[in-house]
């Protein structure tokens, strides 16, 4: 891991960066694209949850007693910015079964790329839970800044935002409009297009992941 500041922690980490090469080839099947990410996210959750909060439990190990550390605190809530975030969602849950699980809704108008919500569906007492909003391309900013609004409207108030690909143009848009939120991503990239996608990226996650075009 690097923090770039306190922002933005870019997970350089050599398994993250090779599984990321594989997925942006152009030539690289649907399936194994959906898998890799898959590994990724549960890396990704690893660095995302740090620093959790903990307190300790009594147990007995075949050995002895000892107070052993757990997590402590509620169930926290992961949000899939719909529809590519559900496959970073996935490889989450895999690796935190018990947390609860959100989604938002939010389509990309073509022409102003302004997010448009059409579904918005969260756990009960976000205000009491650590909420991990997960994307993977942080590109404008627009939808992620958009759907941090809501999750804030809704109560949460301790929120973390996990990408696979940030822009630098997304990554201050977030800072600037919620500069309270800690951005997690396995790449920065160089830029976006005049068409509002990750250059070099990986083309369009949601029609990668799941084979639509
Ligand atoms: N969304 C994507 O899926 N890809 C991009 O490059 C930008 C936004």
Do not use: W
């Amino acid at each position: 891991m690097s923090d770039l500041d306190e922002h933005v922690t870019h997970v350089n980490h050599p398994l993250v960066q090779h599984k990321l090469t594989i997925m942006r080839d152009k030539e690289t099947p649907t399936a194994v694209f959906r898998q890799l990410l898959r590994e990724i996210s549960q890396l990704l959750a690893y660095e995302v949850t740090r620093g959790l909060p903990m307190t300790t439990k009594r147990i007995d190990t075949p050995m002895q007693a000892m107070d052993a550390p757990t997590l402590d605190g509620k169930k926290l809530a992961l949000i899939s910015i719909l529809r590519a975030g559900n496959g970073l969602l996935d490889g989450v849950l895999e690796l935190i079964p018990s947390a609860r699980v959100g989604f938002v809704g939010l389509y990309r108008d073509e022409e102003t790329l302004e997010p448009v919500q059409y579904y918005f569906k969260v756990p009960e007492g976000l205000d009491d839970r650590l909420v991990i909003a997960v994307d993977p391309m942080l590109a404008t900013g627009n939808s992620s800044v958009a759907a941090i609004d809501l999750l804030k409207q809704a109560g949460a108030t301790n929120i973390r935002f996990l990408c696979l690909l940030a822009a630098p143009e997304g990554i201050a848009r977030m800072k600037e409009a919620h500069p309270d939120v800690p951005i997690v991503t396995a790449a920065i990239d160089e830029a976006l297009n005049d068409v509002g996608y990750i250059i070099p990226g990986l083309g369009d996650a949601g029609d990668r992941m799941f084979g639509t075009k």
